[in-house]
């Protein structure tokens, strides 16, 4: 039987996190950016530094997610000032999710959501959110599936590249 576990990131993990986030985030972008602007924005934005700061932020937490003690994606939620628009208010961002090639369609993104959902109400939070790059019809249509709806837009910068993301959100209320 397979195990799966969500588990929070701990600091002393944070140079297989960077290097794990780097190679996922260049495997879901290398086809469709220069990898110069990858390769910038992966220097910029996953340091050990800039990783331990998130780590170590109470706005900001990281969690591995495991298949039979094997790491297969992790995700990054944010709330308060950390994220990365402030247009939602008593929100919760997702605001990265990724899952490794090997596990994709094992269902291992949907329990991330649904984690970051219940983790949303036990902070209170009745809104989760996040960006989808607007070229990826896959993830966008996956977050609307799970009732997740277009709230407009905003810029994110992949190196020398403006992307434009759409941000989808999702009302929550505890479960009775």
């Known amino acids: 039987m397979t195990k799966i576990l969500i588990r929070e990131v701990e600091l002393d993990e944070v140079p297989f996190l960077q290097q794990f986030a780097s190679k996922l985030f260049?495997?879901?972008?290398?086809?469709?950016s220069a990898e110069a602007d990858i390769d910038t924005y992966i220097t910029?934005?996953?340091?050990e530094q800039k990783l331990k700061q998130g780590i170590s932020n109470p706005e900001s937490?990281?969690?591995?997610?495991e298949v039979d003690e094997t790491i297969a994606g992790f995700c990054k939620l944010d709330i308060g000032d950390?994220?990365?628009?402030?247009?939602?208010?008593?929100?919760?961002?997702?605001?990265k999710l990724y899952i490794?090639?090997?596990?994709?369609?094992?269902?291992?993104?949907r329990k991330l959501i649904y984690f970051a959902e219940e983790h949303a109400l036990e902070?209170?939070?009745?809104?989760?959110w996040l960006?989808?790059?607007?070229?990826?019809k896959d993830a966008a249509g996956f977050y609307e599936h799970l009732g997740f709806e277009p709230?407009?837009?905003?810029?994110?910068?992949?190196?020398?590249?403006?992307?434009?993301?759409?941000?989808?959100?999702?009302?929550?209320k505890a479960k009775r």
């Open 61 to 65: 937490s990281f969690y591995f997610i």
């Open 44 to 47: 910029d934005n996953y340091t």
């Open 26 to 32: 260049k495997e879901t972008y290398i086809p469709f």
């Open 151 to 172: 709230q407009g837009t905003h810029e994110f910068q992949l190196g020398s590249e403006l992307q434009t993301d759409f941000l989808l959100a999702k009302r929550i």
């Open 100 to 109: 490794d090639q090997r596990f994709k369609g094992q269902g291992l993104g």
């Open 82 to 95: 950390l994220q990365t628009d402030h247009r939602f208010e008593n929100a919760l961002e997702v605001e």
């Open 131 to 136: 960006g989808v790059w607007e070229g990826n």
């Open 123 to 128: 902070l209170n939070k009745s809104l989760v």
